[in-house]
T-cell receptor
Framework: GNSVTQMEGPVTLSEEAFLTINCTYT??????LFWYVQYPGEGLQLLLK?????DKGSNKGFEATYRKETTSFHLEKGSVQVSDSAVYFC??????????????FGQGTILTVHP | NAGVTQTPKFRILKIGQSMTLQCAQD?????MYWYRQDPGMGLKLIYY???????DKGEVPNGYNVSRSTTEDFPLRLELAAPSQTSVYFC??????????????FGDGTRLSIL
């Protein structure tokens, strides 16, 4: 089956620090990979995506590269801000057949950034 | 620009009571989903629907029911509320042709407590 494993949290950083949140996956097919972000009291929003090996997704200073050889999709940001405090979810989608767009999520990583 | 609308935002139920969580989308999306989010556990799929009149079970369907009489609405029913159903519930939707680019749009969630 499909599964996503994220690094254990929570993660606490000072403003302007470098961020890495690890994500690895197992999938039966060729998945598309996503990072979602959930700000306090809100639903999930798509942060970035990559649909094939070696693709790099990027948005709002965040980046993640689809590494097929290591089955990973780690999220990085060079300089975090207090406003980046949120829960981050890694997810995968295997298209086609009876997948019907169903996503498989990791457990989420809570990020807190202090001034 | 309503997107996915969930009501209510908060609710407290007594054990054994029933209620319906409402979800509506105005984007003419074919696919709709219900998830529950428990702390440290990510999102688990409860039920999903690929169109009006068609629903199917997800990963954790026990204790819930759904219906899809229209494209817009996808209510989730709890018949006999149990403490184990205390959670945050999210509804999401996507269009069949957008799965890879924007896999799912999420509502803001319903926080449900069973006491």
């Amino acid at each position: 089956g499909n599964s996503v494993t994220q690094m254990e949290g929570p993660v606490t950083l000072s403003e302007e620090a470098f961020l890495t949140i690890n994500c690895t996956y197992t999938a039966t097919g060729y998945p598309s990979l996503f990072w979602y972000v959930q700000y306090p009291g809100e639903g999930l929003q798509l942060l970035l995506k990559a649909t094939k090996a070696d693709d790099k997704g990027s948005n709002k200073g965040f980046e993640a590269t689809y590494r097929k050889e290591t089955t990973s999709f780690h999220l990085e940001k060079g300089s975090v801000q207090v406003s980046d405090s949120a829960v981050y979810f890694c997810a995968l989608l295997v298209s086609g057949g009876t997948s019907y767009g169903k996503l498989t999520f990791g457990q989420g990583t809570i990020l807190t950034v202090h001034p | 620009n309503a997107g996915v609308t969930q009501t209510p935002k908060f609710r407290i139920l007594k054990i054994g009571q029933s209620m319906t969580l409402q979800c509506a989308q105005d984007m003419n999306h074919n696919y709709m989903y219900w998830y529950r989010q428990d702390p440290g556990m990510g999102l688990k799929l409860i039920y999903y629907s690929v169109g009006a009149g068609i629903t199917d079970k997800g990963e954790v369907p026990n204790g819930y029911n759904v219906s899809r009489s229209t494209t817009e609405d996808f209510p989730l029913r709890l018949e006999l509320a149990a403490p184990s159903q205390t959670s945050v519930y999210f509804c999401a939707s996507t269009a069949r042709g957008q799965i890879s680019n924007q896999p799912q749009h999420f509502g803001d969630g319903t926080r449900l407590s069973i006491l």
